[in-house]
């Protein structure tokens, strides 16, 4: 049967999961069993009235968590009708026996989440972010060793009968045994999922948004790009067909290692499987198991297709942000019938699926359209984001007796025990727990050599941490050290994701307006650099292979050449790819050598469009573009020279009426802030905290940039040497109209300065 020469077409949906559908496991010719988050396991059969159609014939119940990976066990004298294997975020597995639906055995021994479940024979055989595999006979634990130094996510059984794992180490095993006699080595993230591929090897799914093949030999055979996200799933099918599901919301199609179907999903998609007739099954974050076929005769009917691509596109009107806010938060075209207040005021407004940009223009009386907006500031940042701050994790953390999900924030240079505490405080849980958080963030970070922190102080009592084979008679008289919630800020914000199909399209909008202009003709990109154009922007796209990836010196100088001969009213695509070429390692050094090596460009740039009356799009993304400057070191010496001549550039941006701009410019000043006091810069503290008091005092300001201002100031104030200054400009005022705010993160940040401002 041909199933690799036609679309895949949705067959049926299975509802019945109340939250995320996290497992797929395809039971024979049974039929199919999901977990979820919900803390079930479903087990669905064919409908005998419509054997397109699947039914929940059973429910399992026994988890007290949400419920990951499940194994199948075939028919045989202790499973008549089979049984399923599961493994939950409470540390158990659980074995089930589907002619009763009772559950057999509870397997206890793991002392974190279990990741994966295989059957070995009648062994059932588990993996868990405590490091460890462990194997179970009839009931009982029979051996476990510590298989990597991070995290476990996945172990599958070969049909040579050996096992294999895939860590957050980055790197896949092979076991025979207890011996492990193959490392395979190329991911550059954690490995998430695996799955066999006949008569070939291995296929991995890993968080740096690649799948690859690999020989049993330890080969990359294949390595598949074309995810934006975490790859959380793959499966293979006997057709040579592949599947993967990512993060990005789309199962991708494989064949000879290119992608050549991507389904979109209204949410994360967490596994996906082939069915033996070829069909695939998705696990998506929505609740909703789907089956999808290119089978003619087994394809969704009209109202359920419809009903499905509606749902669809509500997610994605849902999700899409333009300039930071949701797209159906925009106003409609009625929004231009009202005259603008200042020349070159700009507005976003939404038409049909996209939110365009238009400026006033004061001498004509009318709003001049500027285009689509490319890039929203929450769109920009890849990193998880968690009341208003982005981290480098944040993990969702499950407690247990019916409570919900709670967020955990991390960040690899913060302190795990101070995290630990403040997160324990702040939840209103026992600071008994304290290991056991500081574990789990130790685990779910990869960070393996992490020493014990001896400086604790309980924030009840001053007393000292627990320290094993420490003496117990240390003073407990310490003074207590306050506890901020928002400060100081660690490490720099970027803005580092980009729509670049619509920075094309706008600069070759832009290019064919200059060669119908005469005069301006000679100014228009030629053929050939147009192409190397394209080219810029496909290596910017493959995030994955940053690591090796390089440009010319001829890419960066056209960029260059862009910006100073273009327009000023054009250049803001062209700044926008020059962010992101900042935040690629080869391409950050090769512009820095060019600025070094000619005129300044960057610095002429930013005075240039800067110059009133400034174009909102020429600020916002100029700005961004030097947030990103923060990222690599390389920048420190040009930022610490420039900085009062950027700062200076910029001041007007304090009073801007665009959100963006004002957000993009609070943003600056934040990394700003934790920048110069790294360099110990008192003159750059106080020349920031200035700017960012002037924030800070304004009325009617947007909550993000408010909050960013506010924790520049704190972090100052903390970790920098201009508190006396802070204290002269009546910071305290600040701080206590900020503490009465109806927003709870700038009302808590509030009140970290104002407690800041009582002490000595």
């Not at 070995?120 to 006979?137: E, G, H, I, N, Q």
Request: charged fraction near 25%.
């Amino acid at each position: 049967m041909e199933i690799d020469s036609a679309e895949y077409q949705l067959s049926c949906e299975l509802r019945g999961h109340e939250d995320d559908v996290r497992g797929i496991c395809i039971c024979g010719n049974a039929g199919i069993a999901t977990s979820s988050r919900d803390r079930t396991v479903r087990f669905w059969t064919l409908d005998p009235s419509d054997k397109r159609n699947y039914t929940a014939w059973k429910i399992l119940l026994g988890h007290t968590s949400f419920v990951g990976p499940l194994a199948w066990i075939a028919p045989n004298e202790e499973f008549p009708e089979g049984g399923i294997v599961s493994g939950g975020m409470d540390t158990l597995v659980m074995v089930w026996d589907l002619k009763t639906g009772e559950r057999v055995h509870t397997l206890k021994g793991h002392q974190l989440q279990v990741t994966g479940v295989a059957l070995d024979d009648s062994d059932v055989v588990s993996s868990s972010v405590d490091c460890t595999l462990r194997r179970w006979r009839k009931g009982k634990a029979v051996e476990f060793w510590e298989a990597h130094k991070a995290a476990i996510q996945a172990v599958i059984k070969l049909p040579s009968n050996e096992l294999i794992t895939g860590s957050s180490d980055t790197t896949l095993k092979l076991w025979r045994g207890q011996n492990c006699i193959q490392t395979f080595v190329g991911h550059t993230d954690t490995v998430r999922g695996l799955a066999v591929m006949p008569d070939l090897g291995v296929l991995s799914a890993s968080h740096d948004g690649s799948i690859r093949l690999w020989a049993l030999t330890g080969e990359t055979l294949m390595e598949m790009v074309g995810h934006t996200s975490i790859v959380y799933s793959v499966d293979s099918h006997a057709s040579g067909l592949i599947v993967s599901g990512s993060e990005d919301c789309f199962a991708k199609i494989w064949k000879d290692g290119v992608c050549v179907q991507s389904i979109e999903h209204p949410g994360c998609v967490w596994d996906t499987k082939f069915l033996e007739n070829g069909d695939v099954v998705t696990a998506c974050s929505d609740g909703v198991v789907r089956i999808w076929t290119v089978q003619q005769d087994r394809i969704a009917n009209s109202v359920e297709l419809e009903s499905y691509f509606s749902r669809l596109s509500q997610f994605k009107i849902s999700r899409k942000r333009v300039g930071g806010l949701k797209l159906e938060d925009l106003p409609g075209l009625e929004a231009l019938q009202i005259p603008g207040t200042s020349d070159g005021q700009t507005i976003v407004v939404r038409e049909g699926d996209n939110g365009m940009a238009y400026s006033w223009n004061l001498r004509e009386q009318k709003w001049d359209k500027i285009g689509e907006v490319v890039d929203g500031p929450d769109d920009t940042m890849a990193r998880p984001v968690l009341d208003g701050i982005q981290y480098d994790y944040v993990f969702d953390v499950d407690i247990g007796d019916g409570e919900p999900i709670r967020k955990l924030p991390y960040n690899r240079s913060d302190n795990p025990y101070s995290t630990a505490d403040k997160w324990l405080l702040k939840e209103n849980l026992p600071l008994s727990y304290r290991q056991q958080v500081v574990e789990f963030i130790l685990q779910n970070s990869g960070q393996k050599n992490f020493a014990l922190d001896t400086s604790y102080r309980d924030p009840y009592t001053g007393a000292n941490a627990y320290v094993p084979g420490e003496s117990s008679n240390k003073s407990a008289a310490v003074p207590v050290k306050p506890s901020f919630k928002h400060i100081p800020k660690k490490g720099i914000l970027v803005f580092d994701a980009a729509q670049f199909d619509g920075i094309l399209k706008k600069i070759s909008e832009f290019n064919n307006a200059l060669i119908s202009d005469p005069e301006k003709k000679s100014l228009s990109l030629t053929e050939v650099e147009i192409s190397r154009l394209v080219a810029v922007v496909k290596i910017l796209k493959e995030t994955s292979r940053y690591h090796s990836s390089t440009f010319a010196d001829v890419d960066i100088a056209l960029m260059l050449k862009l910006l100073k001969s273009w327009p000023l009213a054009m250049i803001f695509p062209v700044i926008d790819i020059l962010r992101m070429i900042i935040l690629h390692p080869d391409g950050a050094i090769r512009l820095l050598k060019l600025l070094e090596d000619e005129n300044d460009v960057l610095m002429d740039m930013i005075k240039k469009i800067t110059i009133s009356p400034a174009l909102a799009a020429n600020l916002l993304t100029s700005i961004r573009a030097v947030c990103n400057l923060f990222k690599n070191s390389c920048y420190s010496n040009w930022l610490l020279n420039h900085r009062s001549e950027i700062l200076d550039a910029f001041s007007s941006c304090n009073s801007s009426s665009n959100k963006n701009v004002l957000l993009s410019y609070s943003t600056l000043l934040l990394n700003y802030a934790v920048f110069l006091i790294e360099k110990k810069d008192q003159e750059g503290q106080s020349h920031v905290l200035s700017a960012v008091l002037e924030i800070a005092e304004g009325e009617n300001l947007d909550v993000d940039s408010k909050y960013r201002a506010l924790v520049a100031i704190g972090t100052l104030m903390l970790e920098g040497s201009v508190k006396k200054i802070a204290l002269d400009f009546d910071v305290e005022s600040i701080a206590k109209a900020a503490k009465v705010s109806k927003d709870a993160k700038v009302a808590e940040v509030g009140a970290d300065i104002e407690l800041l401002t009582k002490q000595n």
